[in-house]
């Protein structure tokens, strides 16, 4: 059975940094894309980033270009999401997505405060 343990979250002040984790299992990770999304209170559901089976290949949205990374270790089998300068914006349920698929993890919680 395919799953995504995501972890990593937690509080941080304004301008903290945060690197969240994604293990996976149950598929063929080195030919997999995967995606992070977030989703605070009331909100829909936002894209953050993708990183494709080249590893060279990503793609951000607008608030987290430049400020956080995707990356992948297929030895690990683990999708990294590293945040930098984390704003009071930023806040939500980080949650790790096998790009063409339904396999979500459960989340992982990032709180921004001072």
């Known amino acids: 059975q395919e799953h995504l343990v995501e972890s990593g979250g937690g509080l941080v002040q304004p301008g903290g940094s945060l690197t969240l984790s994604c293990v996976a299992a149950?598929?063929?990770?080195?030919?997999?894309?995967f995606q992070w999304f977030r989703q605070a209170p009331g909100k829909e559901r936002e894209h953050v980033a993708t990183?494709?089976?080249?590893?060279?290949?990503?793609d951000y949205s607008a608030s987290a270009k430049g400020r956080f990374t995707i990356s992948r270790d297929n030895r690990k089998e683990t999708v990294y999401l590293q945040m930098t300068n984390l704003e009071p914006e930023d806040p939500a349920v980080y949650s790790c997505?096998?790009?063409?698929?339904?396999?979500w993890g459960q989340g992982t919680q990032v709180t921004v405060a001072s």
């Open positions: 997505h096998r790009m063409n698929s339904e396999t």
């Open positions: 990183i494709y089976s080249t590893h060279t290949l990503t």
């Open positions: 149950g598929f063929t990770f080195s030919g997999a894309a």
